[in-house]
């Protein structure tokens, strides 16, 4: 591989150093429940296909921003840019003892050996991306040959996908034969009301399948902010009613993550510190905060731990 091809994409924000302590104490055993690693790239290189090419956010990285921000418990979710190979997934959970969850990206002609050693390294999921921009189409037949194999090991598959694109992709959704896992609350649309028509038809979907829903990316999501910076600790106000209104409606089937490092990023790298600050916005009691952060990712992840 040639310095070339490991050079940074262009006008790639690195994630935030020496983030704040949050004011917000997160309650015992909570789980950063959607979070990624990329390389290092000289261990665990690249898949060629990528779409971008991250700076290096390591698994002694996350572990030590789970430390500071009070998290017991990961959810590594696989990153686009290393393909199906979850090398570098892997050895962060091997890494993790016990205290990680992995979502993986597989082909349908995994073998079901692979499988059984994702399992036992504790993955618990697979990731269908349906943004464009990250990925090349991948074939439905494709998918639901991914969904059929997993199925039988109690896996469920995460899914990530823009608001615009949900009629066309809700049938085929709805037909996997698995729990579905939504990142992102779905990507909507933050300048149109929380009560209108699209994100509506949202909620409708999760209340008719078996759902789960990520209130995570707020700083992916905004358009108006402000941002989790310089000590804001009422970030991401537009996005706090779609978020608000997914944990009062599903409060036994959200679950909150940091994203961290914060793929894609184009105009800020927010504080992490401050991020978990934003919690209590969207969660506004005890009982919701305990459900989104711990219940909910260990019936999931851990469930043979649940309650």
Same mark, same amino acid.
């Given at each position: 591989? !040639? =310095?070339?091809?490991?050079? &940074?994409t262009p006008?790639?924000?690195?994630?935030?150093?020496?983030?704040?302590?949050?004011e917000?104490?997160?309650p015992?055993g909570?789980v950063?429940a959607?979070?990624?690693?990329?390389?290092?790239?000289?261990?665990f290189?690249?898949?060629?296909? @990528?779409?971008?090419?991250p700076? =290096?956010?390591? *698994?002694?990285?996350?572990f030590?921003?789970r430390d500071h921000l009070?998290f017991?418990?990961?959810?590594?979710v696989q990153a !686009?840019?290393?393909?199906?190979?979850?090398?570098?997934l892997?050895?962060a959970l091997h890494?993790?003892g016990? %205290?990680?969850?992995?979502?993986a #990206?597989?082909?349908?002609d995994?073998t +079901?050996a692979?499988?059984?050693?994702?399992?036992?390294?504790?993955?618990?999921?697979?990731?269908?991306n349906f943004?464009?921009r990250?990925?090349?189409?991948?074939p @439905?037949e494709?998918?639901e040959?991914?969904?059929?194999?997993?199925?039988?090991l109690?896996?469920?598959?995460?899914?990530?996908?823009?608001a615009?694109d949900?009629?066309?992709l809700?049938?085929?959704?709805a037909?996997l034969?698995?729990p579905?896992?939504i990142?992102h609350m779905g @990507?909507p +649309? &933050? #300048?149109?009301s929380?009560?209108?028509?699209e994100?509506?038809r949202?909620? @409708?979907?999760?209340?008719a399948?078996d759902?789960?829903? *990520?209130?995570?990316c707020?700083e992916?999501l905004?358009?108006?902010?402000?941002?989790?910076l310089?000590g804001? %600790?009422h970030?991401?106000?537009?996005?706090?009613?779609?978020?608000? *209104? &997914?944990?009062?409606?599903? #409060?036994d089937r959200a679950?909150w993550? #940091?994203d961290w490092p914060h793929p894609?990023? *184009?105009?800020?790298m927010?504080d992490?510190?401050?991020?978990v +600050?934003?919690?209590?916005h969207?969660? !506004?009691?005890?009982e919701q905060?305990r459900a989104?952060?711990?219940d909910n990712?260990?019936?999931?992840?851990?469930?043979?731990e649940a309650?």
């Amino acid at each position: 591989m !040639t =310095d070339h091809d490991t050079a &940074v994409t262009p006008g790639w924000l690195d994630w935030y150093r020496g983030p704040s302590k949050p004011e917000f104490v997160l309650p015992p055993g909570a789980v950063d429940a959607h979070c990624h690693v990329f390389g290092p790239a000289a261990e665990f290189p690249f898949a060629p296909e @990528r779409k971008y090419t991250p700076v =290096d956010a390591s *698994k002694h990285d996350l572990f030590a921003l789970r430390d500071h921000l009070g998290f017991d418990r990961n959810v590594i979710v696989q990153a !686009t840019c290393h393909g199906a190979d979850n090398s570098a997934l892997v050895d962060a959970l091997h890494a993790a003892g016990g %205290r990680a969850r992995g979502v993986a #990206t597989v082909r349908p002609d995994v073998t +079901d050996a692979e499988l059984r050693r994702l399992h036992d390294a504790g993955v618990r999921g697979v990731r269908f991306n349906f943004v464009r921009r990250l990925v090349d189409a991948a074939p @439905r037949e494709a998918l639901e040959t991914v969904a059929r194999r997993v199925a039988p090991l109690g896996w469920h598959v995460v899914v990530y996908f823009e608001a615009a694109d949900l009629p066309d992709l809700e049938p085929f959704f709805a037909s996997l034969p698995v729990p579905l896992v939504i990142d992102h609350m779905g @990507r909507p +649309d &933050v #300048t149109r009301s929380a009560d209108g028509p699209e994100f509506a038809r949202f909620l @409708r979907f999760v209340a008719a399948n078996d759902v789960w829903v *990520k209130v995570s990316c707020p700083e992916r999501l905004t358009v108006s902010g402000p941002p989790a910076l310089d000590g804001e %600790r009422h970030a991401y106000r537009d996005v706090v009613p779609f978020a608000r *209104k &997914v944990v009062e409606d599903f #409060t036994d089937r959200a679950l909150w993550g #940091t994203d961290w490092p914060h793929p894609n990023l *184009k105009n800020h790298m927010p504080d992490d510190g401050l991020l978990v +600050d934003h919690i209590p916005h969207i969660a !506004t009691t005890a009982e919701q905060q305990r459900a989104l952060l711990v219940d909910n990712p260990l019936r999931l992840y851990w469930p043979e731990e649940a309650r």
